[in-house]
């Protein structure tokens, strides 16, 4: 069984530098652009399921690959992004903000801590393991969903290398369940 993780295509917010998290942006012309290309790039990948944040920048990501698959496409609340609360629409070098990126229990101020985020990623997950164990599964979410995916398949990940990990948009990480 295989995972292939894939961040959506770029947004405005990403192009600005600007915090996302729970705001719906939809793909710009780039972004577009990196789902059609990564629809190639996996054009003759098996897949058996895919799977979606129904946030409209990874859906509309999903749809795009799936051209190439004509499959389900199951739209999952706990592949969402990470609510950064008041953040949201705010930039990424903002002083408080950078501070508040190590905090891994402190949520953010009405928002989600990287805790909360585990706490509903990890499960399903978990669930993907036990019932599709012999399936090869697309997932489409975000950038710091892939932080958490990546630290449930990396046992021995700095806190550091945690923070600053970050997929490119439409960059394809394929994991395998041990």
Do not use: W
């Not at 749809?63 to 930039?91: C, M, Q, T």
């Not at 990890?122 to 489409?140: N, Q």
């Amino acid at each position: 069984m295989s995972i292939y993780y894939i961040r959506h295509g770029e947004t405005a917010y990403n192009l600005a530098y600007l915090i996302q998290g729970s705001i719906d942006a939809p793909l710009n012309e780039k972004g577009i652009a990196q789902a059609r290309a990564t629809r190639e790039k996996l054009r003759d990948v098996h897949l058996d399921m895919i799977f979606s944040s129904p946030l409209l920048r990874a859906r509309k990501t999903a749809e795009i690959i799936n051209e190439a698959h004509h499959l389900p496409i199951h739209f999952v609340d706990a592949l969402k992004e990470e609510r950064y609360g008041d953040f949201e629409g705010k930039s990424r070098q903002g002083e408080a903000y950078l501070k508040q990126r190590g905090s891994f229990a402190h949520r953010y101020p009405n928002g989600e801590s990287y805790l909360d985020v585990a706490a509903r990623v990890f499960p399903f997950l978990d669930y993907l393991k036990k019932e599709h164990r012999d399936k090869d599964i697309l997932l489409v979410a975000h950038g710091g969903i892939s932080r958490i995916v990546n630290a449930y398949f990396v046992d021995d990940m700095e806190n550091e290398e945690f923070v600053s990990y970050l997929l490119d948009n439409c960059e394809v990480k394929r994991y395998e369940f041990k």
